[in-house]
């Protein structure tokens, strides 16, 4: 009998949880709404990291991207990033009007969306891309590993990175608020936005990592930007779609909503403005949303690779 | 004897942004490689060498034609476990040292912990990279990261070694101890197949050569057939003296010969080179 691979088992079984998720999404009384949120989010994560990290060749090229990362530049522009966190938290904290917290927490938050966007981007847009530039996919190809397994093993690497960097920061971020403004003015808001904002970076490096696989680095990097800029835009595209009355124009509005990631499900920053809060569902629920496009995304990846012919850019 | 390599009517056509054909790389070229030779393919730039073994790897794919490695598809996972590729320059991961990138590598293999230890002691000391094996990649020197590049190959003891220009940028030295290792290859039963275009190189260490121009096949055989120049005879003698030499000049004339030259045989630069470094490094040490 032939041997089923890796990828075909994977992208089978990304089909499949789309199909089961329009099938409940059709029929809402067929599973209980929050055990059906678990249980998607759980699937989905297992999908998406654990089991291909059964895989030895993918854990081998997930190392290699996390040690590449640790041993470049990177971490020392991070290094930088914390202590001008640190210090806009103290400064801010003395002259900032009103809810001092608030506001430095917010200023901390948006800081943090773009370091990470501008470490994501940059990191995963190269990733494929810089392979076959660099002409290391040839040895790398010469070996048994298949075009997928790179692609997955690439993407698990790059996420793992920026994950790491981000807890790196958001723990020295929280710190600092903690150690300036005392225990009680601590809002597990701030703990939930920097969760959210570590999945809005998973989601991003999955798309870069996709176009990577066609784009060049430059092309790439304004691509997945503009992405980010339009899925920070949803509700406002909504809007802009309602009031339309040309049906080309609003179909391919609807058609675009559709399409593009919904960032505004990971941003929090707004509600602890408003003193709001979200609940675990709530994240939960997003982060099983993130992981499902992210399968998506990678599956996407690992079909364009496969036929990609690496010498020609 | 068996044949490692089949090639039959390969072609392959490089298309622009619109599908209209732009270069046509490789056209209609039938080649085989048997089982523990040595194949050197030979041609100027842009003949078709480099993309030939692009498309042996699976790189690319070809327009036309096929490609059966040791009776499969280079896309074969199977076929990739035999097979080891030495690019022209050092393609790996500078950010790695010596035992990271073998060990990298030897994970891509499903290589045992193991086996992959003692495996990675033995080519380092192969290779002469013991001493730098916790060096960076990107730190070594152009002959390091191609002996680093020859290591990854050892490592994997593949059947079929495919290597691009395995000598270029060496010294005569290193040049002279990659051409060991391949013959050493050979003695082991292994198959290689390189493209270069140092042809005394090719010369020295293949069994048979193919030459491509254009992308087509010129000229296929063994190399000692292929310089063998039939209708002249080499007569090489020791203890004659000047006399005895006019003698037989004499001797051709009379039996219908005609003799070109008459003069002392000559080393290689190479191998004089050789000599005098490797005698030089004895007495130093």
């Not at chain 1, 990177?74 to 003395?94: A, D, E, N, S, W």
């Not at chain 2, 010369?203 to 055989?221: M, N, S």
Request: with cysteine.
């Amino acid at each position: 009998m032939k041997k089923i691979k890796f990828p075909a088992i994977y992208i089978v079984i990304v089909i499949s949880m789309l199909f089961i998720t329009c099938i409940l999404q059709s029929k809402p009384g067929l599973m209980p709404e929050l055990y059906w949120t678990y249980f998607k989010a759980a699937a989905l994560f297992a999908l998406v990291f654990l089991v291909p990290l059964f895989n030895r060749k993918i854990r081998a090229i997930a190392q290699s991207v996390l040690k590449e990362e640790i041993r470049k530049k990177t971490l020392y522009v991070i290094l930088f990033f914390m202590v001008l966190l640190v210090g806009i938290i103290h400064i801010f904290g003395k002259i900032a009007p009103g809810n001092q917290h608030i506001f430095v927490s917010e200023l901390g938050l948006s800081g943090m969306t773009m370091f990470g966007l501008l470490f994501g981007i940059f990191m995963a847009s190269t990733a494929i891309y810089k392979e076959m530039e660099k002409k290391t996919v040839y040895v790398m190809l010469s070996y048994p590993v298949s075009r997928q397994e790179i692609v997955m093993g690439k993407f698990i690497g790059n996420v793992i990175s920026v994950t790491l960097f981000s807890c790196i920061l958001s723990v020295v971020f929280i710190l600092s608020l903690l150690l300036r403004f005392g225990f009680e003015k601590f809002e597990l808001m701030l703990l939930y936005s920097c969760i959210g904002l570590m999945i809005e970076f998973m989601l991003i490096v999955a798309i870069a990592i996709t176009t990577s696989t066609l784009l060049s680095t430059i092309s790439n990097f304004i691509f997945v930007f503009i992405i980010f800029v339009l899925g920070h835009m949803t509700e406002q595209i909504t809007h802009i779609t309602g009031r339309l009355e040309a049906d080309p124009i609003k179909s391919a509005g609807n058609m675009l909503l559709k399409i593009i990631p919904d960032f505004s499900r990971f941003e929090f920053k707004d509600m602890l403005n408003l003193g709001q809060t979200v609940d675990v569902n709530t994240l939960i629920s997003s982060f099983g949303y993130a992981l499902l496009y992210s399968a998506v995304m990678v599956s996407m990846g690992m079909l364009i690779f496969r036929k990609r012919e690496v010498d020609r850019l | 004897m068996e044949n490692v390599i089949e090639i039959k009517s390969l072609k392959k056509v490089y298309r622009d942004f619109w599908n209209r054909p732009k270069v046509v790389a490789v056209d209609g070229l039938d080649l085989s490689v048997r089982r523990g030779e040595i194949f050197g393919i030979l041609g100027p730039n842009g003949s078709g060498k480099t993309t030939t073994l692009k498309l042996l790897l699976g790189l690319i794919f070809p327009s036309s034609g096929s490609i059966k490695i040791m009776g499969v598809s280079p896309e074969n996972m199977e076929c990739k476990k035999n097979i080891g590729y030495m690019p022209e320059e050092s393609y790996l991961y500078g950010f790695l040292n010596a035992d990271e990138i073998l060990d990298f590598y030897g994970k891509l293999n499903a290589m045992p912990e193991k086996l992959r230890k003692k495996r990675i002691d033995e080519v380092l000391d192969l290779v002469g990279l013991t001493e730098a094996r916790k060096r960076r990649v990107e730190d070594y020197s152009k002959g390091m990261s191609r002996r680093i590049g020859l290591a990854q190959v050892l490592l994997k003891d593949p059947e079929l070694v495919l290597l691009d220009e395995p000598t270029i940028g060496l010294d005569p030295i290193g040049s002279r101890e990659i051409k060991d290792i391949i013959k050493g290859l050979k003695d082991r039963g292994k198959t290689v197949l390189l493209s270069s275009h140092l042809l005394a190189e090719v010369q020295t260490i293949c069994d048979r050569i193919a030459i491509l121009y254009r992308g087509k096949l010129v000229e296929e055989g063994r190399v000692e057939d292929l310089l063998t120049v039939s209708n002249e005879t080499e007569i090489i003698t020791s203890g004659l003296k000047t006399g005895e030499v006019e003698k037989l000049k004499e001797l051709v004339n009379k039996l219908g010969g005609n003799l070109i030259s008459v003069g002392h045989p000559k080393e290689t630069l190479e191998s004089l080179f050789v000599k005098l470094i490797r005698e030089k490094s004895g007495k130093d040490s």
